[in-house]
């Protein structure tokens, strides 16, 4: 074994396991499936849910989900992407825990029909705490475009605080947007206040 081979696996950063399923007052997250594919695909290809990411191209089709989901679904994928459901199992949105070069970075979105209803903070919440029980003491990074003011508040809520400021390409839009980085450190976790 040679020196770059233990600088590697030194810096390598072990995984949370398999992506469970974990049901909220109102949701299920679980593990995505291939027959997710059109349902993505529908959710994406609205623009006005495009643009808030900064790596989905739009027109979004499902050609392109089946492509991510290829990924998603196998071993490949070292974090979790779970797949929100509103009851009857029919896909709405995406929370996921990515591997990037600086750590652990959290992403989601939600099919605009159900913005407004606080499903985003409950999935947000639910996967935090999951992620943040397999994984004590991580560092988890994430951000939103500048003109994302919901969901900003989604991260506020769960103890994210913002570390600064940047430009990041998006594709939908096709430029360069002002964006807003957060974090979420070790104990800055909230858990979310019980619904009555």
Known sequence: MNVLQTQTEGARIVGPGLCPTVA?????????????????????????????LAR???????????????????DLNEGWAFAITAGDDVHIGC???ERSRSGWEL???????YWGRGY????????TARFLMRMPGTDIRSGIFADNVASLRVQ???GFRIT?????????????????????????????????
């Open 24 to 52: 909220t007052a109102r949701l299920v997250l679980r593990p995505h499936r291939m027959s997710d594919a059109q349902a993505i695909a529908q959710s994406l290809n609205d623009f006005q849910v495009s643009r808030m």
């Open 56 to 74: 989905v191209p739009a027109p979004y089709d499902r050609q392109d989900a089946a492509e991510w989901l290829s990924v998603a679904t196998t």
């Open 95 to 97: 929370v996921s825990f």
């Open 107 to 113: 992403g989601y979105w939600l099919n605009r029909f």
């Open 120 to 127: 985003m903070s409950e999935a947000v919440h639910a996967a």
């Open 156 to 158: 506020e809520k769960a």
């Open 164 to 196: 600064g400021c940047s430009d990041l390409f998006c594709v939908a839009r096709g430029a360069t947007v002002p964006h807003i980085e957060t974090r979420l450190e070790p104990g800055d976790f909230r858990p979310a206040a019980p619904r009555h």
